[in-house]
């Protein structure tokens, strides 16, 4: 059973104090904290917080472990990272610690099953990696700084292997290219960005998986626009499109797969120019946008699809025939009569998932333009 009373948290200096340390450890398990007693902010919303820095819920593990995403506070020169805490009494862990020195980006997702453990990690690209080389860009046409424009983003899902101190270099790594560039030349450069830049910029929402289906010889994953079936073990074989979609997630039995798809698409182009030395290179960001976003199910053994809901960030609950869908609040959608039920306390909630014994529903909102908590609910049934 999972009890929020039993949560254990880590301040945020400490957790500073004991970084390098943790740095240099074989061990993903950092330290024993006291209890740690979340706030109820609204009558059965309990909040919790990390520091001073956002975290963001990644959902639980196959254990009931709650897997979370954490700020890492300078001057350890590091982003996020991987942290669990368990559903009693025990130890806050960082989940792939010892990756951690050779993983110096956003680390975004962890897919723990019995059969596989995945890392999926998504990052801004290194500028001149996609598009001009100086990542300072002027608008042309416009005095000053260019208008907010979301980048593409870099995805790669490695498979981790269960050994600590396993060389990067042999653990299978899947690289999927979000931003499609175009070039004549040095100095002429045209990206695509997906429908879920902004989303996933906005808030360090997971809209790519990836999931795995039974067995673990195979997952479906999005590239922020697209979703794709593939083995993740065989790196060089090419994926197969399923169709438009993101924010995939399965049913426990892994019949249900249950996704978002945009509606309406359509696209903005901004042109930027940037100095190098004596000449410019012109940039043009194709921005792709969605109207809306319905959430699709399909079944994966006869390809039935069905609407069953407008919104996205759907999660299935473990112990009834239902998925939680965000719009402007979470609801309930009952996979069998299609009825929506509103969950209070949850305006502006994202990342929604359910722990394994079906009883809490986490997910994380925004405490303003950049800072997000995690969140819990008790499960009425």
Known sequence: MFHVKHLRWLPGALFWALGT??????????????PFTPVEVEP???????????????????????LFRAYDLPPLDRDWLLVSVPPGPGRIREEAAVYRNALLDDLGHLVATDERRLLVVWRAPVPGQHGCPDSSMTAVGFPGPAPRTPTPIDISILALSETDGTPLAAIPTRFVATGLVEGAGTLQQRVRVHPV????????GNAFGPVLLPGGSEMIYSDGERLWRVAPADTLAAPQLLGLGAYPALSPD?????????????????????PIGIDFCTEEHVEVSAAGWEVVSRD???????????????????????????????????????TVSPIPGTTGAFGPSVS??????????????????????????
Request: with cysteine.
């Open 21 to 34: 340390f943790a740095c240099g450890s074989p061990s993903d398990v950092l330290f024993d904290e006291p």
């Open 44 to 66: 059965g919303v309990f909040r919790v917080t990390f520091g001073s820095g956002p975290a963001v819920a990644r959902g639980f593990l196959p254990d009931g472990r709650l």
């Open 197 to 204: 830049a902004r989303e996933v910029d906005r808030t360090g």
């Open 254 to 274: 892994g019949q249900i797969l249950v996704y978002a798809r945009p509606v309406g698409l359509d696209s903005v182009v901004r042109t930027f120019s940037v």
């Open 300 to 338: 994966l053994g006869s390809g039935v699809e069905e609407v069953i809901a407008n919104g996205l960030d759907p999660a299935f609950d473990p112990l009834g025939g239902r998925v939680v869908v965000r719009a402007d609040q979470l609801q309930w959608v009952d996979l069998g009569t299609g």
């Open 356 to 381: 394994p014994d079906g009883e809490v529903l986490v997910f994380s909102k925004l405490d303003g333009p950049t800072n997000s908590d995690v969140y819990f609910i008790r499960i009425a049934r």
